[in-house]
């Protein structure tokens, strides 16, 4: 009896070691002295190295940020269930179809202007021989990181090849109308809410083609943290349009400097005035990161196996942290220059800044 009970506990002592082992698992050596838990990661960190330095001008959060987040969505959201329902190719996901086949691809309306980050990121992707998919990704995610208060986003690792392009078409763009664009990202597995959420990207994004006319004016610039006062800007009533008119998926401003880069040139800021969510957004803005982090973890594995793919997420920097001022009504506004239509839930109520209205001068038509 006692030699039987010596063996049971000698089979403890086994598992409880079997048990634990991994928390004692050996992490992979990479470059320049750092570790990862896998070994697939070790590639990322020099991935890493090279396109901080390369391609973000040594860490800033600037353009080629803002085209690496877009490039992010614009390769994932050729997926399409509906289309697979009926027989036909849905697209790949976040599978680099828009860089592997660019040369149809960039020529989709929607993907109007995304050529230049493609022709950048495409040589960076086979010198260190990783598939393209994953390059967008990490790229998107380390770009993010450079931002002041951005979110630290998931990567993974392991998405294979694109084996086709994506049908045409299953880019939303920010003329259509919203109950399309809501359709659209239905399809592919989002619901309003994350579509919201989604929509935080654009507190670090500018445009470049929907109208050219404003470029180079204090319309047309990259702020450099994520931060709630978008969605506050994007509720503020237009007034009248900055650049020559009119443009096709333009929106009128507030007239508020950088208005053309947050709210003017989307109109899917519509979605925001809609939005259950929204209005939340902008009273607790700690919960905008939070829900952007999860709505693009799941958009950087549309179309793939999350199973058969590595967590290579320590690899992607944490963004520096900046005092940032809660979110208030802009010099000269009021809350009745709030276009808020939730009528479930109230608006916050925001102070001004002080000081006269901030304005800037229209820019003139060419």
């Not at 039987?4 to 086994?14: E, K, N």
């Not at 396109?51 to 997926?79: K, N, Y």
């Not at 022709?119 to 931002?147: M, T």
């Amino acid at each position: 009896m006692a030699k039987a009970a010596l063996s049971f506990v000698s089979l403890l002592s086994f598992v409880s070691l079997v048990v634990a082992a991994p928390a004692h698992q050996r992490r992979a050596a990479c470059s320049n002295g750092r570790s990862a838990s896998n070994d697939a990661c070790c590639v990322w960190f020099d991935v890493l190295d090279d396109i901080q330095e390369s391609l973000f001008d040594g860490g800033e959060c600037g353009e080629e940020v803002h085209e690496s987040l877009r490039l992010t969505f614009h390769d994932a959201i050729g997926f399409s269930p509906a289309l697979t329902s009926q027989g036909q190719f849905g697209g790949g996901g976040a599978d680099g179809s828009i860089i592997k086949f660019s040369d149809i691809e960039t020529d989709f309306p929607a993907n109007n202007g995304v050529d230049e980050i493609v022709e950048l990121q495409k040589p960076l992707a086979l010198k260190h021989n990783v598939s393209f998919g994953d390059f967008i990704q990490f790229a998107g995610a380390v770009g993010v990181s450079n931002c002041a208060n951005g979110p630290r986003l998931q990567f993974l690792a392991g998405r294979p090849d694109a084996t086709e392009a994506s049908p045409n078409f299953l880019v939303p763009e920010p003329s259509d109308p919203v109950d399309s664009i809501l359709a659209r990202m239905g399809d592919a597995g989002f619901s309003p809410d994350e579509v919201i959420a989604l929509l935080a990207s654009h507190s670090v994004a500018a445009q470049d083609t929907i109208d050219p006319s404003i470029a180079g004016s204090p319309f047309d610039s990259t702020p450099s943290q994520f931060d709630s006062q978008f969605f506050v800007e994007t509720l503020l009533k237009g007034t009248a349009f900055p650049g020559n008119g009119s443009n096709r998926g333009e929106v009128e401003a507030h007239w508020l400097v950088n208005s053309g880069s947050n709210q003017t040139l989307f109109l899917l800021a519509t979605l925001v005035r809609l939005a259950l969510g929204s209005h939340s957004s902008v009273s607790k803005p700690d919960t905008i990161n939070s829900r952007f982090e999860a709505a693009m973890a799941k958009m950087a594995i549309l179309g793939q196996d999350a199973s058969k793919l590595v967590d290579c997420s320590e690899v992607i920097p944490v963004a520096s942290n900046t005092n940032v001022k809660p979110p208030t009504l802009p010099a000269g506004k009021t809350q009745d220059d709030i276009e808020a239509s939730c009528s479930i839930e109230a608006f916050p109520t925001l102070t001004a800044d002080a000081g006269p209205a901030t304005t800037v001068a229209r820019v003139p038509a060419s």
